[in-house]
Structure formats: structure tokens, C-alpha cells
């Protein structure tokens, strides 16, 4: 009795998967070695070429790129990568680890390596260009008020104990007005990669998965 029941579970599994694996002749010597049927239950999976997948940053910090500069880094995918069948390649969360490398006019992601589901396999996919900015550190009104408050707390100080009132407040922080328009001309540039911002990758080449049923 309890053969019977082994054989019908291997035959209704082999019958489900007939119409996918249809080239493949199964006899009767493959139904009586049943701890071989799991090797028959593989496929492929492609993520082809030129396909985007969605990432973000996956730190909490805002990444500043300075001009020329390489910066490693580890992307998180953003939402699952699924094939034309409904399987999940690339689940959410998975990490992408590459570089930021410099281009003309600013600078690109290219992945390296791809870490999912406990395994790490090679990857080749970049971003589009990324363009540099004006540094927001050094542009910034308020960054460059909070400076001048400071230093017209230290100047007003200064004033009271050297009697010279000309070290007034509203002369420095009227110097930060002016001194905006100077940041924002000399200030350099940098790529900026905000965490909460997405960016997209293309693959560059064909990267294959093979999932096995088992049973």
C-alpha cells in the first residue's frame, strides 16, 4: 500500500510538469528510482540584457561624490525584479555592490557583484549619468546664516568689551547675503545620492538563475 501511494505522488508531479519538460522521455526505469525525479524538476530563469532593475542607497546618510572621485557602495533593490512567468529574480531588499565612478559631467553606478538569497554572483549593470551640482553644504542660506549668527554673537562680545559698537550684528549677517552669491560661484561641484531618492541600473548583460523544485 504504501508503494502505490510513492508511485501516484511521482506520477501526478511528473504530470504537472509534462508540458514544460516535454522533450524530456520519462520510462518506467525513471518511476522506479524515485530519489532521481528531483533532477528533473529544473529551469532556467533570465533577467536579460538591457533590463532596469529599481534601487536605492542603502545607508541613511546622503552621499556626497567629489569630482574625480571613485566611492564604493551598496545599493538596495527597490522593488522585486520579476520574469515574464511571474519569477521573482531579484527580491526586494537584495543588496548591489559596485562603485560611483567619474564621467563628463559627473559620475555613474556600475555594479559588481549582486548578493541575494544568501548567495553572491557577478553582475554587470550601470546607471545612467548622474550630474554634479553646486555643493548644498556650501550654497545653502541657512548653513551660511547659522555661521554668521555665530560669528555675530562672538563680534557683539567683542564689541561690548573693545567699546567698538561698528562690530554690530546686522553688519555681519548682512555680509551672509553677499556671501550666498559667493558660495553658490565658488562652491564645487559634487554628485549627490540621496538615500531617499530612487536610481535605476540596466543590466549590461545576460545573468541567469536555475531554481529547482523540490519535493
Known sequence: MQAKYISSLILVSISAIAPVFSGIALTSSALATPIKVSQVFRQNAVL?????VEVRLDSQETLYI???ERKSADLRVDQDVVSANGIVLIPEGAIISGEFIPVSGGAKFVARTLNSR???VRMSAESALINDVKDPRETGF?????????GAAAGTLLGGIFGDRSISTEKILGGAAASVIVGNVTAPQVVVIDPAKPLSIVTRRNLTFRTQDSF
Do not use: C, P, R
Open 48 to 52: 536579460q540584457s538591457g533590463e532596469t
Open 66 to 68: 567629489s569630482t574625480g
Open 118 to 120: 544568501g548567495g553572491t
Open 142 to 150: 541657512g548653513s551660511i546664516l547659522g555661521d554668521a549668527a555665530i
